[in-house]
């Protein structure tokens, strides 16, 4: 079992940045892929990045070169630095685990951070 729990959003003005972070209970940690998703109400869950446990990251072709993900296994956790934000990166922010693919059914989800983007 795998327990995330994610930090650091909160209330921030246009162009201005945030750092989210997920800390992941278990020695397993090195070895899962992570991502982050995000939730606006009425809306589907979406993509906004993912590490492997190698380092490899992809991210939302929308939020490539303002979003950047990383991960520090000594501290099994993962991090979303997010720059130049803009009212639409208003939502919730989840943190998922999984073994090689990430968002399914037999995945880890956190309790989700609240991101608002002031105009």
């Known amino acids: 079992q795998v327990q995330l729990v994610e930090s650091g959003g909160g209330l921030v003005e246009a162009g201005g940045s945030l750092r989210l972070s997920c800390a992941a209970s278990?020695?397993?940690?090195?070895?899962?892929?992570m991502a982050w998703y995000r939730q606006t109400p009425g809306k589907q869950r979406e993509l906004v990045a993912t590490?492997?446990?190698?380092?490899?990251?992809n991210y939302a072709d929308s939020l490539k070169g303002r979003f950047t993900i990383s991960r520090l296994t000594t501290k099994n956790t993962v991090y979303l630095q997010m720059n130049s934000l803009k009212p639409e990166d208003t939502a919730v922010y989840y943190c998922?685990?999984?073994?090689?693919?990430?968002?399914?059914?037999?995945?880890?989800w956190g309790q989700g951070t609240q991101v608002t983007v002031s105009a």
């Open positions: 998922n685990a999984g073994y090689g693919s990430v968002g399914g059914s037999n995945t880890y």
């Open positions: 278990g020695s397993i940690f090195g070895i899962m892929t």
């Open positions: 590490i492997t446990s190698g380092g490899r990251t």
